[in-house]
């Protein structure tokens, strides 16, 4: 199919998503697939979305960008199956789909834990070969322990030697996890994941508000992260949820806006 | 620089307090293995103290200078008697398995530490529920005693009926340097990580007097993938977790009244110790007591939670939200199965657990410690398994939003019950 046929179609499909969304393939078998993309370091800690269309359902699938040419993996998905009329990514250029190499599959592996604000109550883990990387783990204690009983004739101590073979093997993992993160975190200037705006945000505003009163506008019920780190920013400063001096809000207000970073907004309420 | 040195100062002013409060409370030589002990049980008495003068309404800084006048009677007291102990300890010089467990906690620390100093405080419980109110609490603007007030005990309405140890520590802390920052608001995470591993430490050297096998403990514990994460997080898990630890080790010296007391602790840093901690160790202290003084000893150690227990009824603070209802959730069991069993945050730790149980199990039930270990397991398991099982907390083993983080409370006493257990299958099987 040429590009100008898929563009009309992807635009069919995805309208409404112009200009977020780039096809790359249509009519296509999508098992055993994965994404091959290359996302420019301006992609900051923005995700790679991968968006297909099958059986009349739409669905996405979503991972943290790694910049420059990574793959990435949907066969962990259940939707990931049969037959799409067209799968999209929001990578504009030198983004493919296409069946995965051994260095792929090594790349996908090395996808390091990315630091979310999700990461303190579960990690999302690795795959490698298209399978959890802790089954393989299970599956390398299970054959080192088999191996160490027949050497030793010991099974409780062939098996505690096992797990720990595998333990080490998770473990070296994890340290590379925590080098990536490091390195992620550096190379972004400390830039938090999610949060960068509202901590920018607050590291200005506080001096603003100075003796006055705070609370937050009701929009920002839906960005409740950054509404918790205000409370916690502002946590030396009275808050009156009713007749505050200052208002954070994600929108201009009543009132004069005197700081404004990213979405948020600082409103100094008006004397009445 | 400043809250480094205020943590330093910190940290070492609960030290001598929970050490003098163990000379004080014992005559039998004190070593090495009483030190995490006396760290926390220094913590758990000292933001005890404070808090409960806080809730008899003097301000932060005075509450807390108020416990420098029975620390200085106690510590002269105990220096006239010639009560205070220096540790004894007879550590050989470390072997090469134990520089390989050194360098991979070293690895686990220096990420933590890390965190400490280059990212800002950034997860959502530390923000509000932990951290959160700790700041509001130092700065006495957005804190209240008052239950018509808006901003009673902080402004997050969730967490008024949540415990208060790190609450109090970071608040007093920030009072000790003029100053709150990002720092002190996690800096503890690091302390109890090590205090957890150093009980580790301690639990299986004690009953097995063989250092690989106690470093092997170690390295299990502290390579969880989730420890080094809350080692900075700023939540209070990792304090159950060492607080667990430390009163499982204790119990297993058959020091009950310490036992008892950290069992508090346990209490003291999160809810989900009264639940299922204290219960589960109040059980193995029973089966584990020769004598009816040794389990009264326990419980009097438990009793030392009694003023947050008044607060907590004078004020109507339960457990939890809406814990009220039981509710039965029929997939709760395979849920567990496949987040905690199978899913990447654990790894394959449960399924190493699981299997070390069923392979000592019969030398663990021959044994009256095995038995009562066993017994704290099952107890630490079963109520879990009412909490995610049976309530509204379901909905967090559901979108794994808290299950994993009672897990790692876990994670420290199951894996020295599992250590012991191999133990004793190690030395009764037939070389």
Redesign the interface.
């Known amino acids: 199919m040429t590009q100008a046929l898929l563009a009309l179609l992807a635009s069919a499909v995805f309208a409404g998503d112009e200009g977020k969304l780039y096809p790359l393939a249509a009519d296509v078998v999508v098992d055993g697939m994965i994404i091959v993309a290359d996302a420019p370091s301006e992609h900051g800690d923005a995700s790679i979305d991968v968006v297909w269309e099958a059986a009349g359902r739409r669905f996405i699938f979503s991972e943290p960008a790694r910049s420059g040419q990574h793959a990435y993996d949907p066969r962990s998905q259940p939707s990931w199956r049969g037959r799409a009329a067209i799968v999209a990514t929001n990578i504009k250029e030198h983004a493919e789909l296409k069946y995965p190499s051994l260095a792929d599959e090594i790349d996908i592996f090395l996808a390091p834990e990315h630091l979310q604000p999700s990461t303190v109550n579960l990690l999302q883990g690795h795959r490698l070969l298209d399978g959890s990387w802790d089954r393989l783990l299970l599956l390398l204690a299970v054959v080192s322990a088999l191996a160490l009983v027949a050497l030793t004739r010991r099974p409780a101590l062939a098996l505690l030697a096992g797990f720990a073979i595998a333990w080490v093997a998770l473990d070296v993992r994890t340290m590379c996890d925590h080098a990536a993160t490091i390195s992620t975190v550096e190379k972004q200037g400390g830039r938090m994941p999610v949060l960068a705006d509202a901590i920018a945000f607050a590291e200005q505003a506080v001096a603003r508000i100075g003796s006055g009163s705070w609370s937050l506008d009701p929009s920002l019920d839906t960005d409740l992260l950054a509404a918790h780190y205000f409370g916690y920013a502002f946590a030396e400063k009275r808050r009156d949820a009713a007749n505050a001096d200052f208002v954070i809000a994600r929108a201009p207000g009543q009132g004069e806006v005197i700081h404004a970073q990213g979405p948020y907004v600082l409103i100094q309420r008006l004397a009445p | 620089m400043i809250s480094a040195l205020g943590i330093g100062a910190h940290l070492a002013l609960d030290a001598w307090l929970g050490w003098v409060l163990l000379c004080l409370s014992r005559r039998r030589p004190l070593t090495a293995e009483h030190v995490p002990s006396a760290l926390l049980l220094g913590m758990y008495a000292e933001t005890l103290w404070t808090c409960s003068v806080i809730f008899l309404g003097l301000p932060l800084p005075w509450a807390a200078a108020t416990m420098l006048l029975p620390l200085a009677l106690i510590s002269v007291y105990a220096w006239q008697h010639r009560l205070i102990q220096r540790p004894v300890s007879a550590m050989a010089a470390p072997r090469w398995y134990e520089w390989l467990l050194f360098a991979?906690v070293l690895?686990k620390v220096a990420?933590a530490l890390?965190q400490l100093a280059?990212?800002?405080?950034?997860?959502?419980?530390?923000?509000?529920h932990w951290?959160?109110r700790s700041?509001?609490l130092?700065?006495g603007?957005?804190w209240s005693l008052d239950p018509a007030s808006?901003?009673w005990l902080g402004?997050?309405p969730y967490a008024r009926h949540y415990p208060l140890l790190t609450v109090v520590w970071r608040a007093e802390t920030a009072c000790l340097c003029g100053r709150?920052d990002d720092l002190l608001a996690r800096a503890d995470g690091v302390v109890f990580f090590l205090a957890a591993l150093a009980s580790v430490w301690f639990a299986v050297l004690r009953f097995s007097q063989a250092r690989w096998f106690a470093a092997?403990a170690v390295?299990?514990v502290a390579?969880l993938?989730?420890q080094?994460?809350?080692a900075a997080?700023g939540?209070s898990d990792i304090a159950v977790e060492a607080l667990a630890v430390a009163a499982l080790a204790a119990l297993l010296r058959q020091e009950w009244l310490l036992a008892g007391v950290l069992a508090a602790g346990t209490g003291w840093a999160k809810n989900d110790g009264l639940v299922i901690f204290m219960p589960a160790l109040l059980l193995g202290a029973w089966l584990c007591a020769a004598t009816w003084r040794d389990a009264l000893r326990f419980l009097l150690g438990c009793a030392s939670l009694a003023p947050w227990l008044l607060i907590k009824s004078v004020l109507a603070l339960g457990v939890a939200p809406n814990q009220e209802r039981f509710v039965w959730h029929r997939d709760a069991f395979g849920l567990l199965i496949q987040?905690v069993f199978?899913?990447?945050?654990s790894?394959?730790f449960w399924?190493?657990i699981a299997?070390?149980l069923l392979?000592?199990g019969r030398a663990l039930w021959r044994d009256q410690t095995g038995r009562a270990l066993l017994v704290v397991l099952g107890t630490q398991a079963t109520c879990l398994f009412v909490v995610y099982g049976c309530t509204e907390s379901y909905r967090w083993l559901a979108n794994?939003?808290?299950i994993?983080?009672s897990m790692l409370q876990v994670s420290a006493t199951a894996l020295v019950i599992a250590a012991y257990g191999?133990w004793r299958?190690?030395t009764s099987?037939p070389?």
């Open positions: 991979t690895e990420f890390w280059r990212t800002p405080l950034y997860f959502d419980d530390a923000l509000t951290s959160g700041r509001a130092f700065a603007i957005n808006p901003l402004y997050d709150w092997l390295f299990f390579a993938p989730l080094a994460w809350h997080a939540y987040h199978l899913g990447p945050t790894s394959i399924i190493g299997l070390a392979l000592s794994e939003g808290t994993h983080r191999m299958r190690f099987s070389s």
